[in-house]
Structures are given as C-alpha cells and as structure tokens.
C-alpha cells in the first residue's frame, strides 16, 4: 500500500493535467466595481474561475483569439489583459495608455488594437506577446488630439475607427504591420460617439451625437467616401437630455432592415438598408442603449438608460412591432446571446445576478451571481467579423 | 444636554441628504456619472471630475452645470433626479480628495 501511494499520487495529478476543456462554449463577464473577470461555462450555467485585478474596468470590452484560448479584456485606465482561459490565469497584462475605451482583433487574428481617449488615438500590439507594433496618434487641426470611438476590425487586415472630437473616420490599413496605411474621412459628421462594422464586414457605420443622422462607410465603395444619412431625422422633434450614451455594437440586420437606437429618444430607428432612408420608428419604453438582433434575426432586444434600466424590450422582426417587455431586474447593462441564440445572458448590475433567458418561451432559465456584472463576451465571438 | 445635541446635530445637517439618499448618490455618481466620466472620476467622455481639477471652480457653477447640464455637450441635465442641496453636496464629495 505504502509503495502504491505515489503511483496513486501520479495518476491523479496526470488526470488533472489530462482533464480536457473546451472553450467554444465559455465566456468572460466583467465585474466593473471589482475589476475582475469571471470566466463561465454557457452549457452548464457555471462560473469556472475568477480573475482577479484587472484595474478600472468600468468601460470594459472583450475580445477572442480565434483558437478561443485567449481573451483580451481592455479596460478604462488604459489596461489590456490577455487571459489564458485553459489555465484560468492571466498571461499577459500591460498598461497601454491612460484612458481607453474599447479594443478589437485583426482579421488574422494577430495582432490587437485599442482606441483610447487620451492620449488619442490608437495602438496595435501583437497578439502573442502584448509589444506594441504600431502608434496611430489622433491628430488633427492645430495640434489636438482626438478621443477615438467605434474601433473595429474590417476585411483586408484594417481596422476602422471614427475621431469623437474630429469628426472623421479613418481607415488602416495592416498588411504590412510596419507601415500601416492610412486613409482618413473628415467631415463625417459631429461627434461620432461608436461605430459598428455590419456582420457581412461590407458596412461601417458611425452614430452621430452632436447632429442627426448617422456617417455611412461602405467598405466596398470606399472611393465614394460617408455619406450621411437620416441627416433630418428628428431634427425637429425636442431632443430628450441623453444619461448614457447608446451603443452600436451587434446592431441588427435583419432581412432588409437595420435597427438601431435613435439618440435622446425613446424609440428604435428601423432604416431601408437598400435606400439608407428610415422605413420606420418603434417606440420603446425609454432611451435604448443596446439593440440587438438573435442570432436567426427573428427578434432584437432592446435595453435602455438610466432611469428605465429595469426592463429589456424585444421586438419582433415580422411585423416591426413590440413582442413582450420583461422585467429581469435592476441595471440591465448588457446583453449577450449563445452562439446559436436559443439563450441570452443578461447582466444586472444593481442586483448583482446574470439572468439566463429561453429566447423562445421568453421563461427565466437560472440567475448567476456576479458582483456589478457590466459586460458579457462569448468566446464565439472569436469568429466575427467587427466583435 | 442630550436633546441639545441631537438638536445641533440636526440644524448641522440642514440640506444635506439622509443618510439613504447619500448612499443613493454615491451610487448614481459611481454608475450613472462614471459611465462618462470613468467609475474613478479620472475621465472618459466626460472630463476628470478629480479634486485638483475642480480646484479653481466655483461650488455655483459646478452645481448648475450638475443640475442643467452644458447644452452643445453631451452633459446633462441631473434637475429631474435631484434637487440644489443633492447637486451641492455631490460637489462637496467630489471636491474630497478621497470618495
Ligand atoms: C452622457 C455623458 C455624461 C454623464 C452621464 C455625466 N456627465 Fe458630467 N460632463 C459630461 C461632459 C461631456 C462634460 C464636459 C462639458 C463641457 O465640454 O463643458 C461634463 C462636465 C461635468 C462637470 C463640469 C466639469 C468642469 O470641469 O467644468 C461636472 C461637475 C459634471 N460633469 C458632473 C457630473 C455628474 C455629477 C454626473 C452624474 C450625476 C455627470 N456629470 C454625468 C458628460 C457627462
């Protein structure tokens, strides 16, 4: 028996380190107060380890190697972690700048780049090792800087990214990640606060704060320079005072259609992707923050700004109209859906829970605990063109 | 002697919030303000709202920008959430060093 025990020892920690876990179907939530990231498992509803230390993550965004091993988690104070989720342990961990505001993954999965606010601009690091490869400083005018928003990733090895206090959008372009090129549109547009990159990779698109309408890049046309559309929309209409700024991230396309939230009012711009004209509003129960489609694009649910964070709101693709309101809770932050949408994650902040949502039933599947949870990610994100 | 001091300690208090509303307002200014002007007040969109920055800014004039927010920016209004003496002693914690 005595002779036995260390065979006995060396068999389990074999089966400790031959214990195999997949990563397609895990997941980062933040927990902005803590700075911390939980890792969880989205099949069996589990928290799977807590990773601590993250700094000022009130502001913080995600993004997923394309082996899905890793995530790179940007934080507020200029932070950029690379998690190893196999091993439940930070990798790699660098403070990039002093403000920053979101990050996104080149098409080749290699390297990183993170828009910040000051200094501004934006900075691509390699993947692998966190060292910085490129230094794209938001000139403009009589030496200013601009706060640089809606970072994303484009086909061909670009990434686009609009100047908050420019008013431009700029395009660069990393085939060679030494010499960057880089094609600049000014005049887009006052203050373009974010930005989305259409799931077809064909569409960016800058929403405005400081005028109507929105800036239009197509990516295939990209000689025909933004054109602004909806540029009257509401312009007559009194403008409510905006308590958080919307997001366009996983906007919805949903047949002809794109849905996006209408700034300082309580409605969803549903907009002629053939035309870019408005087709229609719908109206919702306050700001909306989010707005994004299932995965199918049968619905699009809708949370909103302070003070009408206690509800979701999904509408209904069919026929444009409201499909049921739900309740989950205080401080709906954000919202992520399973890689095939059948459940949708749903974080809480003011009472500290995730919620697990049936998209079909619309039933409450589980809550999770989770302290201040301001941001869900799912590792399928890995594999989408702008996330 | 007692009722004296429970009667100071009131008049003391005059315009500040209960205790409940402070800790309301902590958490409006952690959340609500932080999502533009960072959950440490260091900036974002918004600017630093740090001690040594408001520094050579008069209470007033924070109180109403608090309150009306600064039209042509993305500031907003806070009127419909609280009232003069809530915005004025939002300045006050924002003017201490530590929060
Ligand atoms: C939607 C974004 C947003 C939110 C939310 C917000 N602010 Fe602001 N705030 C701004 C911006 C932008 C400015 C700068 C305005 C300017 O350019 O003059 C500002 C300016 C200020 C200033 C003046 C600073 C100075 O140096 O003059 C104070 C004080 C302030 N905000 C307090 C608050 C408080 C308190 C809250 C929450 C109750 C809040 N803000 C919420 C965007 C915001």
Known sequence: ?387 | MLVMTAVLAKAGLAGEPSQERQSTLRNMLNHDCGACHGLTLKGGLGPALLPEVLAGKPDDFLISTILNGREGTAMPPWQPFMNRDEAAWLVGVLRKPEH
Do not use: C
């Open chain 1, 1 to 387: 028996m005595i002779k036995l025990l260390p065979l006995i020892a060396l068999l389990f920690s074999l089966n400790a380190i031959a214990e195999p876990r997949a990563t397609g179907d895990l997941g980062i939530v933040i927990e902005r107060e803590d700075g911390n990231a939980l890792i969880i498992n989205t099949t069996e509803h589990k928290r799977l380890a807590k990773i601590e230390k993250l700094g000022d993550l009130s502001h913080a965004s995600v993004v997923f190697s394309r082996d899905q091993r890793y995530a790179y988690v940007f934080g507020r104070d200029g932070g950029l972690t690379k998690i190893d989720m196999l091993k439940d342990a930070i990798d790699k961990r660098i403070i990039q700048a002093g403000n920053s505001i979101g990050g996104a993954i080149s098409q080749d999965g290699k390297l990183i780049a993170v828009s910040n606010y000051t200094p501004g601009g934006v900075k691509v690091f390699s993947a692998e090792t966190l060292e910085l490869v490129a230094d794209i400083p938001s000139d403009y005018g009589e030496g200013l800087r601009s706060k640089v928003v809606g970072l994303v990733d484009a086909p061909g090895q670009r990434f686009v990214f609009s100047l908050f206090d420019a008013g431009e959008i700029w395009m660069a372009d990393f085939k060679n990640p030494k010499a960057p090129v880089i094609k600049k549109f000014p005049n887009i547009g006052k203050q373009p606060y974010d930005a989305l990159m259409s799931p077809d990779g064909h569409y960016y698109i800058a929403g405005l704060f400081g005028e109507p309408g929105l800036a239009l890049l197509d990516l295939w046309n990209t000689e025909a320079g933004v054109k602004h559309i909806l540029p009257d929309y509401g312009k007559d209409d009194e403008k409510l005072p905006v308590y958080k700024m919307p997001h366009l991230e996983g906007w919805a396309v949903a047949g002809d259609y794109v849905f996006a939230p209408a700034i300082g009012q309580h409605k969803v711009l549903v907009i002629d992707k053939n035309t870019w004209e408005l087709h229609d509003t719908i109206a919702v129960a306050g700001q909306p923050v989010f707005v994004m489609a299932r995965p199918d694009a049968r619905h699009v649910w809708v949370n909103f700004a302070f003070p009408d964070n206690h509800q979701v709101q999904i509408i209904d693709v069919k026929d444009l109209s409201l499909h049921k309101t739900l309740s989950p809770g205080k401080g709906v932050l954000h919202m992520e859906f399973t890689p095939r949408g059948e459940q949708v994650w749903v974080a809480l902040r003011d009472d500290n829970q995730l919620v697990v949502y049936d998209t079909d039933t619309l039933q409450e599947i589980t809550r999770l605990p989770a302290n201040k949870p301001n941001g869900i990610f799912f590792s399928s994100r890995a594999h989408k063109i702008g996330l």
